[in-house]
């Protein structure tokens, strides 16, 4: 009867200190899954008048190496030097997809992924204050947006994984014929 009580009340802190931090580490490795691909979003509100302020604009264009080392070394400019950096760098973020230097899937030496990544949907090129979009993406949805449409838009100098449906749809029409 003695033996069956002191095994009921058998404790042992090693293992359950082990237990413990498999728990933990379980914990950390699912919310680390969580999070999966980049969500870059190009810049908005760069000009005007809720604009970038001339610090955050010089920082920006030096990011992109847009900026000439005279206008790193100045600290304010007149305003129509303001104007003309927010127009260079509003040029730079329209020629240039989402993901730039500081893409976290870049940062790893990676391509994006279109199934994890959603750098390349319509959403974070589209300025929704102001319902704009570019000339070249008027009438295009996130459904049914090519590969090329999706590189463009991510922008990731590793390039993209997208799955070309419409090639596998044409490749697939030729043997359900």
Same mark, same amino acid.
């Not at 009340?9 to 950390?28: A, K, W």
């Not at 329209?94 to 230097?101: L, P, R, T, Y």
């Given at each position: 009867?003695?033996?069956?009580?002191?095994?009921?009340?058998?404790?042992?802190p090693?293992?359950?200190?082990?237990g413990?931090?498999?728990?933990?580490?379980?914990?950390v490795?699912?919310n680390?899954?969580?999070?999966?691909?980049?969500?870059?979003?190009?810049? @908005?509100?760069?000009?005007?008048?809720?604009?970038?302020?001339?610090? @955050?604009?010089r920082?920006?264009l030096?990011?992109?190496?847009?900026l000439?080392?005279? %206008?790193?070394?100045?600290?304010?400019s007149?305003?129509?030097?303001k104007?003309?950096?927010?127009?260079?760098?509003?040029q730079? *973020?329209?020629?240039?997809?989402?993901?730039?230097?500081?893409?976290?899937?870049?940062?790893?030496?990676?391509?994006?992924?279109?199934?994890?990544?959603?750098?390349?949907?319509l959403?974070?090129? *589209?300025?929704?204050?102001?319902?704009?979009?570019?000339?070249?993406?008027?009438g295009?949805?996130?459904?049914?947006?090519?590969v090329c449409?999706?590189?463009?838009?991510?922008?990731?100098?590793?390039?993209?994984?997208?799955?070309?449906?419409?090639?596998? %749809?044409?490749v697939r029409? @030729?043997?359900?014929?």
């Amino acid at each position: 009867s003695s033996s069956s009580s002191s095994s009921c009340g058998y404790h042992n802190p090693e293992i359950e200190h082990l237990g413990h931090e498999i728990r933990h580490e379980l914990e950390v490795l699912r919310n680390n899954r969580s999070i999966t691909g980049c969500e870059c979003r190009k810049l @908005k509100n760069i000009s005007g008048r809720r604009g970038m302020n001339e610090r @955050k604009l010089r920082e920006e264009l030096r990011k992109r190496k847009l900026l000439t080392p005279e %206008e790193a070394r100045s600290k304010h400019s007149s305003p129509s030097k303001k104007e003309e950096l927010a127009k260079r760098l509003q040029q730079a *973020v329209d020629e240039n997809g989402c993901c730039g230097e500081d893409c976290p899937c870049y940062k790893s030496g990676i391509g994006c992924h279109a199934e994890s990544c959603s750098c390349w949907h319509l959403s974070h090129c *589209v300025d929704k204050k102001h319902k704009t979009k570019s000339s070249a993406m008027e009438g295009e949805q996130d459904d049914d947006a090519d590969v090329c449409s999706i590189t463009k838009r991510c922008g990731n100098k590793n390039g993209i994984y997208a799955t070309d449906y419409k090639a596998i %749809e044409a490749v697939r029409a @030729k043997f359900l014929k």
